[in-house]
């Protein structure tokens, strides 16, 4: 952005959430001070002015997508998209979306530049023979094994639902001892529902972070939970906070 006047980046999330977390940090960033940013997700309402006058534009999948079909003129002048959680390009759900999204990208602005960004692409040098052969352009990728914290790995088995409650219980209460947090994720929001509720009659602070949430009352769970101080230990949630959301 500082090196060409006119230019803008353009950062892609496939969730809102993790667009929300980002925009939320750059807009109060030093760094990006000096530069209008826009939100773009179905959540919110951006104007064509809007993204004509933003150097930075955090959006999802989706609505970039539709920003290509509609071929908006401002295209022209992103210089850099950045593709966050990029592995999604081999999911059977959501891959398509980014895949042609990638391609519309480079079809429209063939001088833009594409990063794809992961924590777990395990095929990365396919993923930069194919992005060559979207955009023709040399393609370097850089592989790091560097993690902030180690990984323990631990498996337990339950027969029942009710077994795997009263683990999840005796485990927040050790984390409870140790002042630590504590992330539970579940593949429903039945089951969700069902555990955040299995804990409360414990006296354990939890709250359940789903996609049927408010984005506000997200944001305030998310925060309270970075907060060491907020009383909330343990934060169950479902796969819509299980990739790039920080904390």
């Known amino acids: ?5 006119n230019s803008k980046a353009v ?8 667009g929300s977390e980002k925009y939320g940090e750059w807009s109060h960033h030093s760094t990006f001070s000096k530069y209008k940013i826009s939100n ?86 396919e993923i930069a023979k194919w992005l060559k052969a979207c955009n023709g352009k040399t393609t370097k990728y850089v592989n790091s094994s560097w993690r902030p914290t180690e990984l323990i790995e631990k498996i337990e088995t339950a027969d029942c639902l009710d077994e795997q409650n009263r683990f999840i219980l005796e485990e927040a209460r050790k984390i409870s001892k140790e002042e630590q947090k504590m992330l539970v994720f579940v593949h429903s929001k039945t089951v969700g529902e069902l555990i955040c509720r299995f804990l409360k009659e414990y006296n354990v602070a939890c709250a359940f972070y789903n996609a049927g949430v408010s984005q506000g009352i997200r944001d305030k769970m998310l925060e309270d939970f970075r907060n060491e101080y907020s009383g909330l230990d343990v934060l169950v949630c479902t796969s819509s906070l299980g990739m790039g959301v920080t904390l």
């Open 40 to 125: 773009v997700s179905s959540d919110t309402d951006t104007t064509q002015k809007d993204f004509e006058e933003s150097r930075l534009i955090v959006s999802t999948v989706e609505s970039m997508n539709l920003r290509c079909r509609a071929r908006d003129r401002w295209i022209k002048d992103v210089s850099v998209i950045i593709f966050d959680e990029a592995h999604l390009l081999m999911d059977e759900s959501r891959g398509s979306g980014s895949e042609s999204l990638i391609m519309n990208i480079t079809m429209l602005n063939p001088e833009c530049r594409v990063i794809c960004l992961s924590g777990t692409m395990s095929n990365y040098i």
């Open 11 to 18: 950062y892609v999330s496939p969730l809102k959430a993790i």
């Open 1 to 5: 952005l500082s090196k060409y006047e």
